[in-house]
Structures are given as C-alpha cells and as structure tokens.
C-alpha cells in the first residue's frame, strides 16, 4: 500500500475545504447530472456539443470530489500552539522588508491545499516560504523570485 501524502493545513483551511467538498456532492453534481439529462434530449450523442460538455463538467467535478476527500482524509492540523514565535514556520505570518527599498510584506505560510497568494498565503513550496522557513526576525534572506533574486529582512514573525 502506498504511503498517503500528508497536506498540512490550518483548522480553518480544512473547513473551508469541507464546505467546497459538500457544495459538490449537494449542488454542483446534481446541477451536472440535470444538465446531462438535458443534453440527452437534444438527440444524437456523437454530435452533441452540449452533452459533451456536461460530461466533461461531471468528469471535472468527480475529480475535484476525489481529491477533496483526499485532502482532508490526509489533512494535518496546524496548532497554534505549536507555532514559533522565534523562527518561521508553516503556520507564521511573516512580515518582511525588501532591501535596499524598503518595501513591507506580510504572508502567511500555509500548506499547498490553501495557498492563496491573492489572500497573502502563499505554500510552503514556494520559493520565497522556502527560504523563509527556519529564519528568525532580523535575518536578511536571499529570496528566489521567478523576477529573479531578491534580499529582504524578516521585521516580524507571528
């Protein structure tokens, strides 16, 4: 048997994941079988564009159930109390300064089921939480960017 992979992830993460996973299975995958029913009506299946993308929505949403069952099934809980306040970690909100200018930036590091980047999380795959993580405040970090290299300095870790 295959060793599952762990998705490390906050108590909110996992909600918010839970609420997705019940949104299909309740709505979204009843919304795709009514829609293949329709399509069915229209008549011949080998030429019906229609029926061809509801099945490809329903083969969409069923992987996207898979998964999601995956994830939470494998889902390790990020304890605030475990947290450093010391050194980042998976879990910290990291305030930065990027040098010489200056610039302030807060991300919180989450595991790769919640990243959200346009929320400020980013995953602990990333390059920049990579060369983040095991740093303490005041370190300056040289940060891999797809824009290339880029120093900051860790002001703040919570």
Known sequence: MAIEKEFPMTQAGKEKLEQELEQLKTVKRKEVVERIKIARSFGDLSENSEYDSAKEEQAFVEGRITTLENMIRNAK????????????????????????????????????????????????????????????IGEEVSVSTPGGEMNVRIISIK
């Open 77 to 136: 809980i990020i304890s605030e109390a475990e947290l450093s306040r010391d050194t980042v970690s998976l879990g910290s909100s990291v305030t930065f300064i990027e040098l010489p200018d200056g610039e302030e930036e807060t991300y919180s590091i989450v595991g790769s089921a919640e990243a959200d980047p346009f929320e400020g999380k980013i995953s602990n795959d990333s390059p920049i939480a990579k060369s983040l993580l095991g740093r303490k």
